[in-house]
Nanobody, 115 residues
Framework: QVQLVESGGGLVQAGGSLRLSCAIS????????MGWYRQAPGKQRELVAR???????YYADSVKGRFTISRDNAKSTVYLEMNSLKPEDTAVYSC?????????WGQGTQVTVSS
């Protein structure tokens, strides 16, 4: 059974930083991509950042230059370093991994940025 457990969310002032972690457990032969999504109240879930198996990355325009996605294969963990946080970054952040046609999700962690 594949499990994803996020941590690192919380309340931070605008301009501050947070680091989210997503620990992955279970029998997984090959992960095609790891990503972080977020959903703010009343809005659709959006892809924030993704790192593919070959190491290539994608960032939403709204977070480019502020957020960095990385992974530690030995620890089966994917991270999202968030700097220069803005109130509009407030959302529930969820970790996702894609294994062939299957998508697995974590439970989400709340990030709140105060102005």
């Amino acid at each position: 059974q594949v499990q994803l457990v996020e941590s690192g969310g919380g309340l931070v002032q605008a301009g501050g930083s947070l680091r989210l972690s997503c620990a992955i457990s279970g029998t997984i032969f090959s992960i095609d991509a790891m990503g972080w999504y977020r959903q703010a109240p009343g809005k659709q879930r959006e892809l924030v950042a993704r790192i593919s198996r070959d190491g290539s990355t994608y960032y939403a325009d709204s977070v480019k230059g502020r957020f960095t996605i990385s992974r530690d294969n030995a620890k089966s963990t994917v991270y999202l370093e968030m700097n220069s946080l803005k109130p509009e970054d407030t959302a529930v952040y969820s970790c996702n991994i894609r294994v062939r046609v299957m998508n697995y999700w974590g439970q989400g962690t709340q990030v709140t940025v105060s102005s």
